[in-house]
């Protein structure tokens, strides 16, 4: 299947009414590129970021950059990485800290429970990729009743981070299907490039916020601003469950 095929995808104008940091509320117009229900809906195999997609942890990630005294707007884990050893292990003490105790809070993004029921009933097997531990990943997944959904759920100790594609291939690997069978889906520009880089579909989930205004948008597949819209894209007539 050719997702890019002008069978697959079609380009509308799209109205999208927010409100800004002053109050006040506007129009947002933007293209807002669509995948064909069937296209979705026939996909095999189903993989999730977790945090900001499903779970809301509330972290803060700039003060988190500044307690461990990093360089404010890049990625942390790449910037761990290019400490020594001693600086690193004092770091991810804080990392882990903050990641605990957001693990402590989390809670479902709403529609996450009724998307996860909606897809479970499709049969298809899905899965968690995420830059967090596997401590704090877990603790969330458990607390919150998600790990049942989940065959494979791959953390940062685990192998390369996104955006680097392995955990998509070797998800594809486990489930014997192609990147092309699989879509992932994200809440942030590091999920969309993962995706890119595997070769597979993917969704940006905005969680409210305009398309446009979000970065990796370009480069998704698709857009999805709540996660009742994916659930009508991925998992049609199980809208009673």
Not at 3 to 29: I, M, N, T
Not at 48 to 74: C, I, N, Y
Request: glycine fraction near 6%.
């Amino acid at each position: 299947m050719n997702f890019r095929s002008p069978s697959c995808l079609l380009e509308k104008l799209a109205v999208v009414r927010f409100r800004s940091k002053d109050g006040d509320f506007h129009d947002y117009f933007s293209f807002k590129r669509r995948i064909s229900m069937t296209a979705l809906a026939h996909l095999r195999g189903i993989i999730f970021d977790m945090d900001g997609t499903l779970v809301d942890s509330g972290l803060d990630f700039t003060a988190m950059r500044k307690e461990m005294g990093l360089r404010p707007g890049l990625p942390i884990l790449e910037q761990l990485a290019a400490l020594s050893q001693d600086e690193r292990v004092v770091k991810e003490a804080i990392l882990h800290r903050h990641e605990m105790a957001g693990a402590e809070r989390a809670k479902l993004i709403e529609g996450a429970d009724r998307l996860l029921a909606a897809l479970a009933a499709t049969g298809r097997p899905l899965a968690i990729v995420t830059r967090n531990s596997r401590e704090t990943t877990a603790y969330t997944l458990d607390r919150l009743k998600l790990t049942p959904f989940f065959d494979i759920v791959i953390c940062r100790e685990d192998g390369p981070h996104k955006p680097d594609p392995w955990a998509i291939l070797e998800i594809c690997r486990r489930w014997q299907l192609t990147a092309s069978e699989v879509v992932m889906i994200g809440d942030f520009e590091l999920d969309i490039q993962s995706a890119h880089n595997a070769g597979c579909p993917s969704v940006l989930f905005t969680e409210g916020k305009p398309p446009g205004l979000v970065a990796g948008s370009t480069l998704a597949t698709h857009t999805a601003v709540h996660l009742d819209d994916l659930r009508q894209l991925l998992a049609p007539g199980k809208d009673s469950i």
